[in-house]
């Protein structure tokens, strides 16, 4: 399909951490006129992240982090209760998911399932999230997880019965974007 857009200039704003680019492009719109634009967008990658679920216990594995982005816009503590994620690496998807659970929850998982994929703030972050569920079993767990020290990474690992997540939903509790898609999956799919 071809492209309405042509762009005309990328500037990098910083890129101190990720990068944040100013790109000026040129839009053609539906009644054929042209327009220049101006927008910011914030590269820091694609992401992936997973829902371990029991069925069995009917349980679920989430985590909790401190998360500044929440703190400076209304989360008091600027704890965040989290599906398990993280950002892609070089390898795929499935890979960088299956580390990361092991990093983040001490869960070696096998069977990874992947549900969707969603642009989770398409106005301004350029991330796609690759969203992926899998059962586990206690005997599972290998570590305590909590994530890498050296990336100051101190993440504390929680098991809940998937009805009170639910409840934590509704409360405000659980107020993760994409810890909701996933626990609403769940439900949608009669899973637990
Ligand atoms: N020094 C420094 N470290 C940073 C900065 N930004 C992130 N980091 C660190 O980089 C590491 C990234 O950890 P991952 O587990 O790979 O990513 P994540 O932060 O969990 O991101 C996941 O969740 C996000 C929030 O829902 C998602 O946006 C993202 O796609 C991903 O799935 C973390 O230790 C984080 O603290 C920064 O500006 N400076
Ligand atoms: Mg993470």
Same mark, same amino acid.
């Given at each position: 399909?071809?492209?309405?857009? $042509?762009? *005309?200039?990328?500037?990098i704003?910083?890129?101190?951490?990720?990068?944040?680019? $100013?790109?000026?492009?040129?839009? *053609?719109?539906?009644d054929?006129?042209?327009q220049?634009?101006?927008?910011?967008?914030?590269?820091?990658?694609?992401?992936?992240?997973?829902?371990?679920?029991?069925r069995?216990q009917?349980?679920i594995?989430?985590? +909790?982090?401190? +998360?500044?982005?929440?703190?400076?816009?209304?989360?008091?503590?600027g704890?965040?209760?989290?599906?398990?994620?993280?950002?892609?690496?070089k390898?795929?998807?499935?890979?960088?998911?299956?580390?990361?659970?092991?990093? %983040?929850?001490?869960? $070696?998982v096998?069977?990874?399932?992947?549900? *969707?994929?969603?642009?989770?703030?398409p &106005?301004?972050?350029?991330?796609?999230?690759?969203?992926?569920?899998?059962e586990?079993?206690?005997?599972?767990?290998?570590?305590?997880? &909590?994530?890498?020290e050296?990336?100051g990474?101190?993440?504390?690992?929680?098991?809940?019965f998937?009805?009170?997540?639910? +409840?934590?939903?509704?409360?405000? %509790?659980?107020?993760?974007? $994409?810890?909701?898609?996933?626990?609403?999956?769940? +439900?949608?799919?009669n899973?637990?």
């Open positions: 399909m071809q492209s309405n857009v $042509k762009i *005309l200039k990328t500037e704003l910083s890129d101190n951490w990720y990068i944040l680019k $100013k790109i000026t492009y040129e839009y *053609l719109k539906g054929g006129k042209k220049v634009q101006t927008r910011e967008a914030y590269d820091r990658g694609n992401g992936a992240t997973i829902l371990l679920y029991n069995e009917k349980t594995i989430l985590t +909790r982090q401190f +998360r500044l982005p929440t703190f400076i816009n209304g989360n008091e503590t704890m965040l209760i989290e599906a398990c994620a993280g950002l892609l690496d390898d795929n998807a499935i890979d960088c998911i299956r580390r990361e659970t092991e990093e %983040e929850t001490g869960y $070696k096998t069977n990874i399932t992947k549900v *969707l994929e969603a642009y989770m703030s &106005g301004s972050v350029t991330e796609m999230l690759s969203f992926f569920i899998a586990y079993t206690n005997e599972m767990k290998i570590t305590a997880g &909590g994530g890498l050296h990336e990474e101190n993440i504390e690992v929680l098991e809940l998937f009805d009170d997540a639910l +409840r934590m939903m509704e409360t405000g %509790e659980i107020k993760d974007g $994409k810890t909701i898609i996933l626990l609403q999956y769940l +439900r949608l799919k899973l637990l």
